[in-house]
């Protein structure tokens, strides 16, 4: 049965690339339809109903940072600005391997990079000579920060060149790279600084490092997933005339240069489509893959992924009591206290392992012990509480893998006149983060937009 053709875009996928692309759009005047195959909204960011409990619980913990400009944009946008919580400055409290607690802390007072570089040398969690090494870093950041600005010429790190290994030409001590910059890139990156590709993380840095001390500050969704941004971004885009439609799986045709999307005996042909699908999924969205496509697609089937690993543990009573800790040079990086967010007395945390390829296949028996092992560990005051519930959530195409020598990552615009890419993959610039998928759905919608302004009508 065909459809009627009713709509200006669509746009496939309900992920933060998918709902920012459409909000932009609804607010331009666009009448957009949004197709997600799931049954629930939010892609890779999302939180689902826990099966004994009905308590809803994320797909993982999802950090932002004060540099995520065009995320908030799109949360204020949506209505969902204070969906969120953003510390006023970089404050991170951390557990290391010996058990000693201390927190970095950079101080408003002075501009980016100088802030890191005080709040390193008054961080008690690293003895003198670790501190020192910070100062070696001032200028890589100074560099990062110029580099991040449109036409900027000299580079910091090589394409070639890991995480690790620029970190260590920058001076770097062992010391000082587990306690702050390994922690830093496995969340920034998902992925070993071993392995990880250093331009990427250049990125990132000269990003927090960047406009004004705020912009590495850590934020925390108050929400969880999809109530915090998917919910209202459909709500805000039905309102503006469009839909959003679950359990609709999408198929692209090009056809004499119409672009028509189909599902389920459904059609539409609109003005232009926004494909959103993360870079594994892109092969699917074609029965023929049309010849503008074909690099693409076969780059997109070549990229690796790199997955994390969450293990939710509910407590009998609070056991911590910051929202979050680091706990460098273990298996779980990070502890998240979800009640601290959501309110409750009880605790109910999840412990991250971003980069988990060592861990994605051990069983969850072992993953929760290794969790709770290393948290008493790390807290051994807690031990008299009781651990009342444990669940793991995997995520084994969490991100893209950023090694050197992956692919490279396709642009907006596709050759194929009225089709556009949106998604974390696209090329930003920066790793699979939020913050890339709503640069890149917004890019996309200002193609289909800027495809209108030339005359074409959506
Ligand atoms: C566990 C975990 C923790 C993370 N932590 C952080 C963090 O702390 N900070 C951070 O910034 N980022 C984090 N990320 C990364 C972040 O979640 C992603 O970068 C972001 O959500 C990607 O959004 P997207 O819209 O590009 O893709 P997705 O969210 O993958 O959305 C794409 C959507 O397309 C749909 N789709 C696929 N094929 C079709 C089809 N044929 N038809 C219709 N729909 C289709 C999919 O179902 C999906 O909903 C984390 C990711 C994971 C998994």
Redesign the pocket.
Known sequence: MAGITKFDVVV???????MSAAGRLARHGARVLV????SRLG???TAFPDRDTGELVD??????LGCYTATFAFLNEIGAGDHVHMQPHLSVPMIDRRGRRSRLTCPTTLPPPLHLVAGVLDWDGLPWRDRLAAFAMAAPLKLARREAQPGARRRAASPGETVENWLIRNRQTATIREMLWNPLAL?ALNQSPARASAPTFVRVLGEMFGADSRSAAIVLPTRPLHQMYAEPARAYVERLGGAVRTG???KVRIDGGVVTIGSNGERWTPGAVIS???WH?LP??FDDVPAAMADTIDRARRMESSP?V?VNLWFDRRVIDEPFLGLPGRAMQWVFDKRTVFGGDASYLSLVSSGAGPLVDRLNEELIAIAHHELLDALPDIRAARLVRATVVR?PR??FSLAPGQPARPSTETGIPGFFLA??WIDTGLP??????VRSGHRAADACLGRQASGFSL
């Open positions: 496939i996928g309900a992920g933060f690339a998918g197709l997600e195959s799931r892609g890779r960011a797909n993982g913990q999802h950090v932002m969340a609709v799986t999408a959103s699908v993360p999924a699917d969205l994390i969450t995520e969490a991100t998604g974390d699979a983060t939020i913050e890339s998928a």
